[in-house]
Antibody, heavy 121, light 110 residues
Framework: EVQLVQSGAEVKKPGESLRISCKGS????????INWVRQMPGKGLEWMGR????????NYSPSFQGHVTISADKSMSTAYLQWSSLKASDSAMYYC??????????????WGQGTLVTVSS | EIVLTQSPGTLSLSPGERATLSCRAS???????LAWYQQKPGQAPRLLIY???GRATNIPDRFSGSGSGTDFTLTIGRLEPEDFAVYYC???????????FGQGTKLEIK
């Protein structure tokens, strides 16, 4: 069974750093790009960026470039999303989702359960 | 950057009725890059339709997608109670390379 399992909810203070994770199982992890999607409370979905675990190449949305870093450890079948200095406005649910590398169809066919990040003083 | 506009913002229907959701792109897009997702409260999104009209695995055939160019439609043929949720369209653009979501349509029980 294909699964993306994300790390648990986090409560942080402004200015703190954070790394959340997304572990894939049941498939060839290097063969699928991992995307990160933000959902602020009561709002829609926003694509943040993606990583190709096979070579760690990344693309970021201009809205998130420079604010977050996406990385992956293919030996651990895990992708990461990290912040060096959190802001209150980073409070949101974050989802990871996979997309088959090199596929004709652009689709996120499996999603993690989400990680809730709360940033508050 | 392509902008996706979904309409209506909220759609109120009864079980058994037919739902038609619209997604309009700010410029012509390839159907290869157009997908639809369903999100229920407290859950992650789920892929429904890819390539504008391909049904994802285990998606009931009452869900169908259509369209081309700038106008795309998600149709739910006969609403079941579990279909009331928020629906998003998604597009991939190559310049810059990024995915974009529409703002969503909330399908609620009338």
């Amino acid at each position: 069974e294909v699964q993306l399992v994300q790390s648990g909810a986090e409560v942080k203070k402004p200015g703190e750093s954070l790394r959340i994770s997304c572990k894939g199982s049941g498939y060839s992890f290097p063969s699928y790009w991992i995307n990160w999607v933000r959902q602020m409370p009561g709002k829609g979905l926003e694509w943040m960026g993606r990583i190709d675990p096979s070579d760690s190449s990344t693309n970021y949305s201009p809205s998130f470039q420079g604010h977050v870093t996406i990385s992956a450890d293919k030996s651990m079948s895990t992708a990461y999303l990290q912040w060096s200095s959190l802001k209150a406005s980073d409070s949101a649910m974050y989802y990871c989702a996979r997309r088959l590398s090199g596929a004709v169809w652009y689709r996120f066919d499996a999603w993690g359960q989400g990680t809730l990040v709360t940033v508050s003083s | 950057e392509i902008v996706l506009t979904q309409s209506p913002g909220t759609l109120s229907l009864s079980p058994g009725e037919r739902a038609t959701l619209s997604c309009r792109a700010s410029q012509s897009v390839s159907i290869t890059y157009l997908a639809w997702y369903q999100q229920k409260p407290g859950q992650a999104p789920r892929l429904l339709i890819y390539g504008a009209s391909g049904r994802a695995t285990n998606i009931p055939d009452r869900f169908s997608g259509s369209g081309s160019g700038t106008d795309f439609t998600l149709t739910i043929g006969r609403l079941e109670p579990e279909d009331f949720a928020v629906y998003y369209c998604q597009h991939y653009g190559s310049s810059p390379p990024m995915h974009t979501f529409g703002q969503g349509t909330k399908l609620e029980i009338k």
